[in-house]
């Protein structure tokens, strides 16, 4: 076919030339010799033009990206780096455990760490190990984004949420939080979930999409202290002045109080089953909010003592 294409070019190209030049012109077999040669280079530039994109577009093997000691380095690299990670993690919890002033601030590095870890230890796997090639790399990064896009975006969501909270901070680990209808100690903070500790000894784990969408409440800020309030329900003929006196000094006594910060003590008129009652809110700081609940029960028994040895109430009151 290419032959037959080139004679026709070469003789319109001899047509065109002028008639006295055409009568003086022969076409001897050289011509087509070269026709021919020129014909041949160009099937033979064809063919390995198109065998080269033949081989580009062909996907690479797996053995071609991943040799036996590259996965066996690679598993290796990644004992090492689990078993680190969990090390560095016991040491910070183990540190954090000890001092009540930072302990919030240590644990609060743990999930930093573990993320920085991981990603380190997969950098070092994908450019030191394996060295793919950047197409290959490319090609299996837009896979996975585009499957995983698909089949798990509520996964992904939550881990948008994790990040979202360790960038953001509006709590960290340690910290006394309120989401929803769960309440408790933050122990961990996870790319997927959050988890707390209730005061019921109860382990929560809260999705870190709903991080996102819900309030949350912090009592403490990355403090060690938090405010405590206890409630108390009195007759409304008692001397105020005199219960205000005695709840400051059963907050202060408490082996858990911390003096850093005010002690308030506020009266309110509510009514219970058709009687009018004074409910006195004793508001004062924990040390450690680990002590929170105990602190509260402690203030609660202190001026209920109190009040009943200086006979201000007295158990007829509540009949």
């Given at each position: 076919m290419k032959k037959t294409i080139f004679f026709i070019i070469f003789l319109g190209l001899i047509s065109s030339v002028p008639a006295q030049e055409k009568d003086t012109t022969v076409v001897d077999s050289s011509s087509f010799h070269q026709l021919d040669t020129i014909a041949a280079a160009v099937d033979t530039t064809v063919a390995e033009i198109a065998q080269?994109?033949?081989?580009?577009?062909?996907?690479?093997?797996?053995?071609?990206?991943?040799?036996?000691?590259?996965?066996?380095?690679?598993?290796i690299f990644l004992i090492i780096g689990y078993l680190g990670i969990r090390f560095i993690s016991f040491i910070l919890e183990s540190i954090a455990e000890k001092t009540t002033k930072y302990r919030i601030t240590i644990k609060g590095l743990v999930p930093i760490v573990k993320i920085l870890g991981w990603v380190f230890i997969l950098f070092i796997i994908i450019a030191g190990i394996i060295q793919p090639p950047i197409s290959t790399v490319i090609a299996v990064t837009a896979?996975?984004?585009?499957?995983?896009?698909?089949?798990?975006?509520?996964?992904?969501?939550?881990?948008?949420?994790g990040i979202m909270v360790l960038v953001d901070r509006p709590f960290m680990v340690?910290?006394?939080?309120?989401?929803?209808?769960?309440?408790?100690?933050?122990?961990?903070?996870?790319?997927?979930?959050?988890?707390?500790?209730?005061?019921?000894?109860?382990?929560?784990?809260?999705?870190?999409?709903?991080?996102?969408?819900?309030?949350?409440?912090?009592?403490?800020?990355?403090?060690?202290?938090?405010?405590?309030?206890?409630?108390?329900?009195?007759?409304?003929?008692?001397?105020?002045?005199?219960?205000r006196q005695i709840a400051i000094e059963?907050?202060?006594?408490?082996?858990?109080?911390?003096?850093?910060?005010?002690?308030?003590?506020?009266?309110?008129?509510?009514?219970?089953?058709?009687?009018?009652?004074?409910?006195?809110?004793?508001?004062?700081?924990?040390?450690?909010?680990?002590?929170?609940?105990?602190?509260k029960s402690d203030m609660t028994e202190l001026v209920m003592k109190a009040l009943l040895e200086e006979k201000i109430i007295s158990p007829d009151d509540f009949k």
């Open positions: 080269k994109v033949e081989s580009d577009l062909k996907p690479p093997s797996m053995s071609e990206i991943f040799s036996v000691g590259e996965i066996l380095w690679s598993i896979s996975i984004a585009i499957a995983v896009g698909f089949a798990a975006q509520d996964i992904l969501k939550n881990v948008f949420g340690g910290d006394k939080i309120e989401i929803g209808n769960y309440y408790g100690e933050v122990v961990e903070i996870g790319l997927r979930s959050t988890r707390l500790v209730t005061p019921d000894d109860s382990r929560v784990s809260v999705p870190n999409g709903e991080l996102m969408t819900k309030s949350v409440s912090n009592a403490n800020v990355g403090e060690p202290n938090c405010q405590v309030v206890a409630e108390i329900y009195l007759p409304i003929t008692i001397d105020t002045e005199r219960v059963a907050a202060q006594v408490s082996k858990y109080i911390y003096l850093n910060k005010p002690i308030v003590v506020l009266f309110f008129n509510e009514v219970k089953e058709r009687r009018s009652y004074l409910k006195m809110r004793l508001k004062a700081y924990v040390a450690d909010i680990r002590y929170e609940f105990p602190f």
